[in-house]
């Protein structure tokens, strides 16, 4: 799944008319980097949750058939947050663990090394970056992502997730980070420190910063 559905307020004005995953960088928009590379990488059932300029995804992007993948929508209409549009699209999602990518990042990760959790979740985190020096989440010797604890990394917005974690949440707007605390607190929480390029598209500057970043690269 690869959540779309944001209002990209931080991104305006770019965003008054164009939803945030589809802004260019390097030649590509944000989402079709992420598209091409989970292609690349053997996925091929995508889903996509919209809300703002909805319609605009849809229209391009289609039903992925040109960039060798099938894209279900799960269409919101207002956003529900992480974790209530997550929870939107379980029918589509289906049964098994499925892997979740935020739509406003740019990375390298290599999307092969996600594997099915053994508790109910699996977190990629990232090295702080300047704008969030403080992070999210402790990561011990275990693997095991914790509230608290060193040391402290930020969450790069990709995880592999059971749907039991989503099974009791009721259908509305719903943030993620309750319900992987609420699971942390069992252990159920893995997680691994990803080291690469990693880029969190949250203002202007930075997808100037990312275009610059990739044409040169």
Not at 5 to 17: E, V
């Amino acid at each position: 799944m690869i959540l779309a559905a944001g209002l990209g307020t931080r991104m305006r004005p770019l965003t008054d008319h164009t939803p945030k995953p589809l802004l260019a960088a390097g030649g590509n928009s944000l989402i079709e980097w992420h598209i091409e590379r989970l292609q690349q990488a053997g996925f091929r059932e995508l889903v996509i949750n919209t809300a703002w300029l909805g319609d605009k995804l849809e229209t391009a992007l289609g039903d992925g058939s040109r960039y060798g993948v099938s894209i279900e929508w799960s269409r919101e209409g207002t956003p529900l947050e992480t974790a209530g549009g997550i929870r939107r699209a379980l029918p589509l999602l289906g049964d098994a663990p499925f892997a979740v990518i935020n739509g406003d990042i740019w990375t390298d990760f290599d999307f092969t090394r996600l594997h099915e959790p053994a508790g109910l979740a699996h977190l990629v985190l990232v090295t702080n970056p300047e704008h969030h020096p403080n992070g999210d989440f402790g990561l011990d010797s275990d693997g095991l992502v914790r509230d608290n604890g060193n040391p402290r990394l930020t969450f790069s917005g990709i995880g592999v997730y059971r749907p039991a974690l989503f099974h009791e949440l009721a259908d509305g707007e719903a943030k993620l980070a309750p319900l992987l605390r609420a699971a942390m607190c069992h252990d159920a929480v893995s997680g691994e420190h990803f080291t690469g390029v990693w880029w969190d598209i949250g203002t202007p500057q930075r997808l100037e910063q990312l275009d610059a970043y990739l044409r040169a690269n």
